[in-house]
C-alpha cells in the first residue's frame, strides 16, 4: 500500500498527473489542464512545455496537447468520463464521511478499470490517491462489480483468449458478485489493501462505472461490511442520479 510521501515536490506530482491525463483522456488545452491541476495558466503552460521537449505530449494544430509518443496509448473507455467525474464528487466526499475510507469511481476499458475520481480517507493511515492507475478488471473491486454486471458471454469474450485467467473460476465468483450485490479485492491487487466495490448503472440498467471504498487490510472488519455495503450502495444510486439530472 503506498501513501503520498511527506517530502512529496509539487511540480513533480503535477507533471505526472499532467501526462496521465494526456494518455488516459486525450487532448487538453492549457486552461484545461489549469483547471483539472488547480494551478495558474503559466505554471501549466511550462509543464506541458516540459511534457513536449521530453516527448511525454505533443502539440497539435488546434494547439491543444496530446500523449507524446512515450505514453502507451491507453484502452479506450465508453463512459462519459467528464460527466462522470462532475456527478460524483458530492457522492463520493458522503462516502468518505460515511466510512472514514478512501472512496474511488473506476471506469471500464476493456479488460482494465481506470480511476477516475479519489476522495482520500481523513486517517493518517489511509490508501491514496489513485486517480490515472488502471488495474486488471477480474481483480479490482469496482472492475468485478462490473464484470458481474455485464452478460456472461461478454465476459467469456473479453477473457477466452486470456491465459492468466479461468474463465470457470471467473463466472463463478461473477455470480457471487451477483447474489451479494458487491465484490471484493482482499490484496489481490497490492499487498495490505482491501477494497469492497458496487457498479453504477446507466440509464438503461448496464454497468456504467464502479464506485468502492480502499483502506489498509489491518482494518477491514466483516462486522462493518454491512455498513460499507449499505453506504456504497446509497453513494452508487447518488451518482446515478447526479448523472441522470447532467443528461
Known sequence: M????????????HALQLAALLQQEGPLRV???????????????RLLAMLVYRDFAE??????????KILRPAEA???????????????????????RESANVVVPAQAEVRFIATVESPQVLRVG????????????????????????DQVTAL???????????????????????????????????????VVVRDAVGGPLAGVSIALPTARFDRD???????ALATAARRIEAAMADRR
Open 224 to 230: 462493518l461490511l454491512p455498513a460499507w455495503v449499505h
Open 77 to 99: 473507455s465508453a463512459a462519459p468520463i467528464t460527466l462522470l467525474r462532475e456527478a460524483c464528487g458530492a457522492p463520493l466526499r458522503w462516502l468518505v464521511e460515511q466510512t
Open 2 to 13: 503506498r501513501n503520498k510521501p511527506p517530502y512529496a515536490l509539487a511540480s513533480v506530482d
Open 159 to 197: 477473457y477466452e483468449d486470456s491465459d492468466e485467467v479461468d474463465l470457470r473460476r471467473l463466472h463463478r465468483e461473477l455470480g457471487l458478485v451477483r447474489k451479494r450485490g458487491f465484490a471484493i479485492n482482499d490484496q489481490l491487487t497490492e499487498t495490505g489493501l482491501t477494497a469492497i466495490g
Open 31 to 45: 486552461t484545461d489542464a489549469a483547471d483539472r491541476l488547480g494551478v495558474a495558466v503559466s505554471t501549466a503552460h
Open 59 to 68: 502539440q497539435g494544430p488546434d494547439r491543444r496537447y496530446g500523449p507524446g
Open 129 to 152: 490517491d489513485r486517480v490515472g492507475r488502471s488495474l486488471p478488471a477480474h481483480r479490482a473491486s469496482g472492475g468485478k462489480a462490473i464484470l458481474a454486471a455485464l452478460p456472461p
